[in-house]
T-cell receptor
Framework: DAGVTQSPTHLIKTRGQQVTLRCSPI?????VSWYQQVLGQGPQFIFQYYEKEERGRGNFPDRFSARQFPNYSSELNVNALLLGDSALYLC????????????FGPGTRLTVT | KNEVEQSPQNLTAQEGEFITINCSYSVGISALHWLQQHPGGGIVSLFMLSSGKKKHGRLIATINIQEKHSSLHITASHPRDSAVYICAVDYNNNDMRFGAGTRLTVKP
């Protein structure tokens, strides 16, 4: 079975641009979470979606938004990119929301110049 | 101050040594995770704990809910164990908070 997949693998954008990152969860998993990991730090929680509804939001500005589709895949959008948005963006899926083991994708490395 | 504190930040060991990584958190949680991250970014979930102790191969994880503390032990360490080990906690509002990670290097 395929694990969590993310696309693209790497991305280079310019300040002020917008970016969309994509995540496909493990088949049967209905919950998707997004995390930002800046180099040298632990990941930070951005969003969790379950059954197409936002179930949790971290301390990120409104420039960050996400959605989950009927097939449970998800997109993370970041508008008006800043240099500080350069990071590894990780997606994780789990069967349901709550205290369940999460399975992480390989991440999308975003570089903002 | 990070709500999830890990120690040590960096750890170098010789092959075969017993390793302990510690994690402390500040408020009540619903579960605690130990994760392994290799160079390049991929994260693997090692354990999810809400109480007691779990063992998988050479890895053992324990949690003390009253003391808000967890430990990850690696017995008979091997160079392939070299990675960053991250402690993360689940709060009841579906928020997940991560420690900064412990970088482990095991030398042959």
């Amino acid at each position: 079975d395929a694990g969590v997949t993310q696309s693209p693998t790497h991305l280079i954008k310019t300040r002020g641009q917008q970016v969309t990152l994509r995540c496909s969860p493990i088949s049967g998993h209905k919950s998707v979470s997004w995390y930002q990991q800046v180099l040298g730090q632990g990941p930070q929680f951005i969003f969790q979606y379950y059954e197409k509804e936002e179930r949790g939001r971290g301390n990120f500005p409104d420039r960050f938004s996400a959605r989950q589709f009927p097939n449970y895949s998800s997109e993370l959008n970041v508008n008006a990119l800043l240099l500080g948005d350069s990071a590894l963006y990780l997606c994780a899926s789990s069967l349901v929301s709550g205290r369940y083991e999460q399975y992480f994708g390989p991440g999308t490395r975003l570089t903002v110049t | 101050k990070n709500e999830v504190e890990q120690s040590p930040q960096n750890l170098t060991a010789q092959e075969g040594e017993f390793i302990t990584i510690n994690c402390s958190y500040s408020v009540g949680i619903s579960a605690l995770h130990w994760l392994q991250q290799h160079p390049g970014g991929g994260i693997v979930s090692l354990f999810m704990l809400s109480s007691g102790k779990k063992k998988h191969g050479r890895l053992i994880a324990t949690i003390n809910i009253q003391e808000k503390h967890s430990s990850l032990h690696i017995t008979a360490s091997h160079p392939r164990d070299s990675a960053v080990y991250i402690c993360a906690v689940d709060y009841n509002n579906n928020d997940m908070r991560f420690g900064a990670g412990t970088r482990l290097t095991v030398k042959p």
